[in-house]
């Protein structure tokens, strides 16, 4: 079943551009990444989702239903962390989680003790007197204390320490585990690496690829290095080859396609060395941008 | 409604209400001890006021008052009253929806389970309730200093109760206007200046009507909607007047509703 599915969305800002014709879906117990640069439309994404702003023209659904006419009634299965974390400044933390808890018809008070347990978060804090990764923590168990369905992250890890950011991740493979829906958006792609099924890549506001993770990796590309007297980046000029450089005798390239028309061209030529990899997801991503 | 947001927006107003509703009542308190003193030198005092130039009277609301009546001179305090619950009434409006904006904390609020004609309606309850506790301070406060100072002489209660009634009506006035204006500008950086602005510039509207000759732009003016001097004078509303103040309160809400549900909530930027 799909959990999400997004038809068409488009947003613009008066006459600046947010997303333009954004169409993908995700499945339940999906870990769905979202990666693009900043600028590129993942928070706008989000927000559409959550209905904080209402779309040009397209269509969103989740669980079944319409964001924009059903939003209080799907916001009740959502865990949301945004990539900004900003909450009452007067308040405690756990007055903070306690109001927010009183949105939800469930009682989360053992939620909210093991989840700042594990998050480390003190709870008779002010807000005010927080750094910014604690905030973030505050962020993380707020956004998961009424066990929600599908969780939003959007780039959740900035300002985590790498501890966190790890107890943070095992955090989400758990609720993953039970059959969480997560929809995690991101510019770090080692992290979307590590934790992702599929992901899609937004660039300008348009999704420009949505791919199963092994799929983008071992199918679509290969990443070639070739160094071979007689061969030079000319050699290549085949369909599929991209970005193709030369250095010190070395032709590098990326592949896709059928890897026996490269073969063919270093047949008879007598190659000193040759590596044929998988390119990793943040040189597929950067294939994207250029 | 939301009993959960109108409990937080009536703790996170409390202070506020506290502050404000201390404030009038002091404002009352103080002046209406003068009273007996000014009440003892009844002509003396109306004879100067019949010397201040026209203008002068004008802007202090005194050309229908006799200071010398309990009612009269509370009227003349009123208008310093109003003057505060405008400010305050502002405050409330301007700040209603733009605070959690400005202060980033919609995102967390919105992405709650609720709807945002339950937000708005959650808020301004809140907000009405606060007003309505510095409106029962005031009356509290009027009535033990009238009882205080009033120096034997009567007064009819009906009227005070009539004007300490009129509050509300003009509170509200300011609290949907700046709610519709904070909602039509980008961004709300500061509540202040938008409150401080609209309250005295309503009040400058009344104060110096004489001076825009003809034109009659008193009429779009709370203060003049529910001007205290005319109330005491005729012993009741002007229904007209108060009926455009009404009219605007409930055009300005419901334009409020239309726009805050339509909102783009502006992302951290």
Redesign the interface.
Known sequence: MSVIEVDRLTKY?GKSRGIVDVSFSEEEGEIFGFIGPNGAGK??TI?LL?S???PSSGRARIFGKDVFAH??????D?G?L???V?????MKVADLLK??A???DRDCTQRIRELSETMELEMNRRISDLSYGNKKKVGIV?GLLHSPKLLFLDEPTAGLDPLMQRRFFELIRRENARGVTVFFSSHILGEVQRLCNRVGIIREGSLVEVSDIRTLQQNNYKKVRVTADGLNAASFDLPGVTDVQTENGTVYFLFKGDINSVLQRMNGVRVADVTIEEPTLEEIFMHYYE | M?A?IFR?EWR?RQRSVIVWSLAVAAVIFIFLSFFSGFADQAGLINEMMARFPPEMRAAFGLNDMDLTTVLGYYSFVFLFVQLCLAIQAGNYGFGLVSIEES??????L??????RG?VLTSKLLAALTALVVTGLVLSVSSLVSISLFRNGRDYDAQTLLLLLLSTVIFQLFFLGVGLLVSLLVRRVRSVTPYSLGLGFGAYILIAFSGLFGDVKLELITPFKHLDAARIVHQGAFDTPLVLINVAVTVVCVAVSYWLYI?R??P??S
Do not use: C, M, W
């Open positions: 800002y928070s706008t927000r959550l904080l702003i209402h939003g209080p009634e799907i916001r009740r959502i949301y945004p990539s900004e900003h909450y009452y400044e007067g109001y927010s009183s949105f939800y707020q | 939301s959960n937080h996170a202060e980033l904390t919609a995102d967390f919105l992405s709650k389970p609720v709807s339950q339509r783009d909530i992302a951290v």
